[in-house]
């Protein structure tokens, strides 16, 4: 497809256990972003990645969290030992890079619930 | 830091009237994008228009218009002609380097049209 690719679309998991999240971007974007966000609440930056290398990971909460992005495109945000304040929306949005006026372009997220 | 303040958690408005969503700011970087993104009840995020810090005019995509006042610094979206599919939460964001950066988002305006 043309759009930014979440999956799963909907995750359950149980608290302590870990969790995979997946971001398939628009081809060819180099730049790609994970946001958390809350209910209620606007999306909370993650980490950055410009193609393979993760050039900001000053928003992941804990070292509980980890992106990578070995091949410059597909991404996996990992969770482990799940904790319930864990539980949100979690957004990958990808974009071209260097250009002015290039918006971020977001998937549909992962509704992730630690039960 | 960057900070984006949108004060208007709900708003209410006529079908086919105007409507005025408020968004001010604050950063130190002298180069900075702001954007506009639309998020319906189906969650995905969907951008609406950009204006670069140094661009002389109001962006306009639309019926989408963007009131910038740097000096003020403000940002309001403006929404002609509204219509029922309008009704959704609508996040300001901005960004460092004229938008190559994070998006930081702000807690979002819900709107309602009523028929």
């Known amino acids: 497809g043309a759009g930014v690719s979440q999956s799963p679309r909907y995750k359950v998991a149980k608290r302590g256990q870990d969790v995979a999240l997946r971001c398939d971007p628009i081809?060819?974007?180099?730049?790609l972003f994970w946001y958390q966000q809350a209910l209620g609440q606007g999306p909370e930056f993650l980490t950055y990645f410009q193609n393979e290398a993760q050039l900001d990971k000053s928003g992941l909460p804990s070292d509980r969290f980890f992106a990578e992005r070995p091949e410059g495109s597909v991404s996996t945000l990992k969770i482990q030992r799940t904790q319930q304040e864990d539980s949100a929306v979690y957004l990958c949005a990808s974009s071209s890079v260097g250009q002015r006026n290039q918006p971020q372009h977001f998937g549909d997220g992962t509704r992730l619930s630690i039960l | 830091a960057q900070k984006i303040t949108q004060t208007q958690p709900g708003m209410f408005v006529q079908e086919k009237e105007a409507v005025t969503l408020d968004c001010t700011y604050d950063?130190?970087?002298?180069?900075?994008?702001l954007f506009w993104y639309k998020q319906p009840s189906s969650g995905e995020m969907i951008f609406l228009i950009y204006?670069?810090?140094?661009?002389?005019q109001n962006a306009t995509e639309g019926r989408y218009s963007l009131n910038f006042q740097k000096a003020r610094k403000s940002a309001n979206l403006v929404i002609s002609a509204s219509q029922l599919g309008d009704s959704a939460m609508y996040f300001c964001?901005?960004?460092?380097?004229?938008?190559?950066?994070?998006?930081?988002f702000g807690t979002g305006t819900r709107l309602t049209i009523i028929p």
């Open positions: 964001a901005m960004s460092e380097n004229f938008g190559n950066e994070k998006l930081t």
């Open positions: 204006q670069g810090s140094y661009d002389q």
């Open positions: 950063t130190s970087d002298p180069s900075y994008g």
């Open positions: 081809s060819g974007h180099v730049s």
